[in-house]
């Protein structure tokens, strides 16, 4: 995907295509999750990366997990959140907050994926933090 008008809401739509296709279908607030994550994902790949990046979603017994890749290596820092709204800072601990795990590992050729794995169905006892790998490529 390349940075234009329209390509965060294009994202979302395949998402939510690509639930819509599942059997078993997957809670409807895990729906809402894994759109909402493909959603900062792609965000944050187009403004801090280089304008490109591409996107899959997976489905197992147990999870969905949606990957987003581009080609800079720089590895996404949580920061402090801009409340003023100018630099953004929400994006990454949402993404944290909803996915049972977050990874980013660096690829072979200078970029990166950044995968978030959600349970298919809502624990009962689910923990609110997540945590955050950074893995070899």
Known sequence: ???RPGAVAEA???ARGFLRDLDPAVDEGVGEAVVLVVSELVTNALRHTGGTCSFELAAA???VEVCVR???SRLPLIRPPDVSGET???GLPLV???ANAVTVTREGRGGKSVRARMARR???DRSPSASLHHGAG
Do not use: I, K, Q
């Open 61 to 63: 017994e147990a999870h």
């Open 70 to 72: 581009d080609t800079s």
């Open 122 to 124: 809502p624990p009962s």
């Open 12 to 14: 979302r739509r395949r």
């Open 88 to 90: 953004g800072g929400f």
């Open 96 to 98: 944290h907050r909803l």
């Open 1 to 3: 995907m390349a940075r």
